[in-house]
């Protein structure tokens, strides 16, 4: 057997329309309509559902009290409905209109049935609902609502057996040409409006809001204020807002025009501040250009006092080596002619003193008591100066090993000191700035060749050496940030010192304290004596609690200790 699209239509409305429930849901925000339909003992109660479908809105109308009776022609769509035990008549609308009594009916709906049928129809039709309708009866026609552009252009035309859109406007029209004097356009089932910005206002409003509208009617012999009012009072705390507003929606487009104007000439501004950004940036550029040629410069010279200092640590530390091994050879030797001088001196006098004993003892001649004595005390003060001597060596041995710990001191800042340039000869800052330092090296052997290049040179760029330390004066922070570089490098501290002192004379602008002078450091500086920090020392102190030599008596140690020893009797 051939389908139709009648044998699919059930299928299609809960597909694209939606289920019983929902559309049942829906149908409910007519209830206060309902209650407002006058009823009478004797009057008719019947409600008529054309184009009944379903049966949602059957019950709706049972349970607030009517003989509802639905008609439809489809019976596959009405079969739900009959199961339900609603009343359903199968014939076509009119038809079955035209085999009513006048004001039989109380209610009389057609819900998406009016966009089904031909114009010619549609206004036949609305002549038989006025005269089956009864005085102050409801008529709701409800409708997909074309003003939605998305239901206009897309939505409607998915039901191929609709005949054609019908405009809010239009359908009033044809109710009132029925006989109806009160009518009301309800907008109903879109999204609620949302707080957003005028374009998606806009857009929401044309495509998502009011997607059904309903033709709301009452029949009266003439115009009732009361009718009327009930209905505009209903529609206005109901319907939605109208799609095709375009009076509000032009509103709209124009505050987001006049906001894309803010917003456009706040871009403008912004563009002209990083415009003027930008220049300030490009001078910062050339003073920091300026600024690093001085600081090549003055890592030139600091790279010239590092090579000479760490050649002068090499030097002392030879000759402090040099001076140990030599102090140790000497003391070493004058302890052991020490021992021996002593040693041979107390074996002679005592040798000497048993062997005039022993003559006298081998003569006969027998010394008194008192000569003995006499004889004892000398061999106790000869013994005195032995243990004095003892004394002195013991003393000079303590001396000879405070020189050495001080010489160990002195050793150990040397590597200390040589470790400090070697870390900053492997340093990252020191690689970096080994193409400055070359640069600088032909730049200084091109201005010795040329002196007359030179002073010509100085001349010209003084004048911009003034207009820079000016413009970083005038700067507060910048002028901190380079001061606290400057500080670090003497040479080129004390160069901008002048310079600062030159732009004073010309603008007064000169800030005391801004770029303090500190003392300029030469390599007669780094060339000086070497003396040894107690803090690189072991111990400040000896064993027996008296202070290290100093470094200059030290030295006059080792000159003592190289030359000729003169021997004592």
């Known amino acids: ?72 022609l489809n019976g596959g769509m009405a079969q739900e409905a009959v199961e339900r035990g609603l009343k ?29 049928v031909p114009t010619e129809y549609l206004i036949e039709l609305l002549d038989e609902c006025h005269r089956v309708m009864a005085k102050d009866g409801l008529l709701v026609l409800e409708t997909p609502n074309p003003e939605n552009i998305s239901v206009g252009t897309h939505t409607f035309h998915l ?78 705390s109901t319907s939605q807002k109208i799609p095709a507003d375009v009076k509000e929606i032009k509103g709209w487009l124009r505050s987001a025009d006049n906001e894309i104007t803010s917003i456009s000439e706040e871009v403008k501004a912004a563009t002209d501040s990083i415009e003027e950004i930008k220049g300030w940036l490009r001078s910062a550029d050339n003073d920091i250009i300026s600024i690093s040629e001085k600081v090549e410069a ?25 001076g140990n091994i030599a102090l140790t050879n000497t003391v070493a030797s004058l302890g052991k002619q020490l021992k021996e001088i002593v040693k ?23 010394a008194n008591q008192e000569q003995l004595t006499l004889k004892e005390a000398e061999t106790e003060e000869r013994n005195a100066e032995i243990a004095l001597l003892n004394e002195r060596i013991t003393a000079q041995a303590e001396q000879v090993a405070s020189l050495a710990r001080q010489l160990e001191g002195a050793v150990a800042e040397r590597e200390y000191l040589r470790n400090q340039v070697l870390e900053i000869y492997q340093s990252r800052s020191w690689k970096l700035a080994g193409p400055y330092r070359r640069t600088g090296r032909v730049l200084k052997r091109f201005a010795a060749s040329t002196p007359d290049l030179r002073i010509w040179t100085k001349h010209k760029t003084r004048p911009i050496y003034s207009g820079i330390i000016r413009f970083v004066l005038l700067r ?94």
Request: hydrophobic share 35%; glycine share 6%.
């Open 344 to 366: 041979d001196r107390a074996v002679a006098a005592r040798d000497n003193e048993i062997g005039r004993l022993r003559q006298h003892i081998a003569g006969g001649e027998v």
């Open 298 to 322: 003055a890592t030139t010279s600091s790279t010239d006092q590092f090579r000479q200092l760490s050649d002068n640590l090499s030097t002392q530390s030879e000759l402090l080596r040099t």
């Open 88 to 116: 359903i008549e199968l014939h076509d609308a009119l038809e079955y209109l035209k085999r009513q009594p006048d004001c039989s009916a109380v209610v009389i709906s057609a819900f998406h049935m009016v966009e089904h």
């Open 476 to 569: 507060p922070r910048l002028k901190t940030f380079l001061s606290s570089i400057i500080r670090r490098y003497p040479k080129i501290h004390n160069f901008s010192h002048g310079l600062i002192a030159s732009a004073n004379n010309e603008t007064g602008a000169f800030e005391a304290g801004a770029l303090s002078a500190k003392k300029e450091y030469t390599l007669d500086d780094i060339s000086r004596p070497f003396s040894t920090p107690t803090s690189f020392l072991p111990n400040n102190k000896s064993e027996s609690g008296s202070t290290l030599l100093s470094t200059s008596q030290a030295n006059r140690i080792l000159l003592n200790l190289r030359r000729p020893s003169r021997k004592k009797d």
């Open 159 to 236: 039901d191929p057996t609709h005949k054609s859109p019908l405009p809010p406007d239009l359908l009033e029209f044809l109710v009132e040409e029925a006989g109806f004097p009160d009518t009301a356009i309800l907008r109903l089932n879109g999204s609620p409006m949302i707080e957003a910005g005028p374009i998606e206002r806009s857009v929401h409003l044309m495509f998502e809001v009011a997607r059904d509208y309903a033709c709301l009617a009452r029949k009266s012999e003439k115009q009732s204020a009361e009718a009327s009012d009930s209905l505009a009072a209903f529609v206005q």
């Open 1 to 72: 057997m051939k389908k139709t699209f009648d044998d699919l239509y059930k299928a299609f409305e809960d597909r694209f329309r939606g289920s019983r429930e929902l559309i049942k849901d829906r149908l409910k925000i007519y209830q206060p309509l309902l209650a407002q339909v006058p009823r009478q003992a004797e009057g008719p109660t019947l409600a008529i559902d054309l184009g009944c479908g379903r049966g949602e809105w059957l019950e709706i109308l049972a349970e607030a009290g009517f003989d509802a009776t639905g008609v439809d």
